[in-house]
Nanobody, 130 residues
Framework: QLQLVESGGGLVQSGGSLRLSCAASGFTLDYYAIGWFRQAPWKEREGVSCISHSGGSTNYADSVKGRFTISRDNAKNTVYLQMSSLKPEDTAVYYC???????????????????????WGQGTQVTVSS
């Protein structure tokens, strides 16, 4: 069964850091582009960052550029989102996503969104206090 599991969320003060992990099971993550999305209360889900299957291409939303870094460790079947200089407006549930039917395809687009995402994790809550 294909599964993505996020972890690493929590409560942090403004200016702090967190590292989110997205672990895959049931498939080999390194064939696929992966995206991180977030959804704050009363807001639409938005793309935060994405990374190509090789890791050679990354994109970020303007709101997180320079503060967040996406990376992948294919040996561990895991993608990470290092978040620094966190702000209260970063508070949201963070999800990772992919499309396991589109291996090796360039789904990671400028602006940090992964197009045609079909498989999602359950999400991890990030809360940044002011």
């Amino acid at each position: 069964q294909l599964q993505l599991v996020e972890s690493g969320g929590g409560l942090v003060q403004s200016g702090g850091s967190l590292r989110l992990s997205c672990a895959a099971s049931g498939f080999t993550l390194d064939y696929y582009a992966i995206g991180w999305f977030r959804q704050a209360p009363w807001k639409e889900r938005e793309g935060v960052s994405c990374i190509s299957h090789s890791g050679g291409s990354t994109n970020y939303a303007d709101s997180v550029k320079g503060r967040f870094t996406i990376s992948r460790d294919n040996a561990k079947n895991t993608v990470y989102l290092q978040m620094s200089s966190l702000k209260p407006e970063d508070t949201a549930v963070y999800y990772c996503a992919t499309n396991p039917l589109r291996a090796f395809q360039a789904l990671c687009v400028p602006g940090g969104s992964l197009v045609d995402s079909t498989h999602w994790g359950q999400g991890t809550q990030v809360t940044v206090s002011s």
